[in-house]
């Protein structure tokens, strides 16, 4: 008998009940979400300015509010709906689109 139990089969159990303010670090699978360690903040910005790069641009207030709403009913993020874009664009040049 496996006697492993995640947070979330214990949470779940009608023996015992973790308070919610507990269950909002319980994740997908009822893995415990830990806040990252400073040296794990540290780690990971210095791979991201070793790695990663931000595109920018201008756009009107309306335009940004409307773009947002058209990301939201896509269920995505307007950072995921442009991040999406340039990938689509640099394949679509590079004749990799539709692989």
């Given at each position: 008998m496996n006697s492993r139990?995640?947070?979330a089969d214990i949470a779940q159990s009608q023996f015992?009940?973790?308070p919610k303010f507990l269950m909002q670090g319980v994740g997908k699978g009822g893995v415990i979400?830990?806040?990252?360690s400073e040296?794990?903040?540290k780690a990971s910005?210095?791979?991201?300015?070793?790695?990663m790069s931000t595109?920018?641009?201008?756009?009107?207030k309306e335009e940004a509010a409307a773009f947002k709403e058209y990301?939201?009913?896509r269920g995505k993020t307007s950072n995921t709906v442009l991040?999406?874009?340039v990938i689509q664009c640099i394949e679509s040049d590079n004749g990799k689109a539709g692989d």
């Open positions: 139990y995640t947070g015992y009940q973790l979400i830990m806040a990252p040296a794990q903040k910005a210095k791979w991201d300015k070793e790695n595109l920018g641009c201008k756009v009107k990301s939201q009913k991040k999406e874009y």
